[in-house]
């Protein structure tokens, strides 16, 4: 009977334990979705992407512009050219279309690289800041990414904002 009686006991001490310690902790979460929407790094990231890019989307647009002229010459011209001529017009055409469709390619998978490498900066430093905040504010525990639910008395973000808004 004492035995029983004693692990009890220490059942008891081992639920109420955690429950005590929980007490303690000082927990926040950052919601990612709208750090990463709201920061003002965000917004120069993409600015530098746009400058970056602007002169090579505007050379496609001009060579997509030029070779739709071209096609709309060949349409309306076709009638009074030789089989020969029109043929070597069409292979012409063909070819400009290959080298615009290589050119929109590589356009796209340069943008999308450099991208991907400035949103990895911008998480870099948005868990930097989190980071600093954390220590600074002496969190224990502090939930970035795969929250479900966070009440309002936990959430971080508006200070990570803050702090980022202050770094630009």
């Not at 059942?11 to 950052?30: M, T």
């Not at 060579?63 to 071209?70: F, I, S, V």
């Not at 055409?93 to 590589?106: H, I, K, M």
């Amino acid at each position: 009977m004492k035995n029983l009686k004693f692990i009890w006991l220490l059942f008891a001490l081992f639920i109420a334990a955690p429950a005590s310690y929980a007490a303690d902790l000082k927990i926040g979460v950052v919601n990612a979705g709208v750090v990463l929407d709201k920061s003002p790094q965000k917004a120069a990231a993409l600015a530098r992407l746009e400058k970056e890019f602007s002169a090579r989307s505007k050379s496609l647009e001009a060579k997509h512009k030029a070779l739709r002229a071209a096609q709309e010459k060949l349409n309306k011209d076709g009638a009074i050219l030789s089989a020969e001529q029109r043929r070597d017009k069409e292979r012409d055409l063909l070819s400009d279309q290959r080298e615009l469709q290589r050119l929109q390619d590589e356009y796209s998978e340069d943008l999308s690289i450099r991208r991907n490498e400035e949103l990895r900066k911008l998480e870099k430093d948005i868990a930097e800041t989190i980071v600093d905040l954390a220590k600074k504010e002496s969190y224990d525990l502090v939930l970035y990414q795969g929250v479900i639910f966070a009440s309002d008395k936990v959430d971080l973000t508006d200070k990570v904002l803050e702090m980022l808004k202050a770094k630009k």
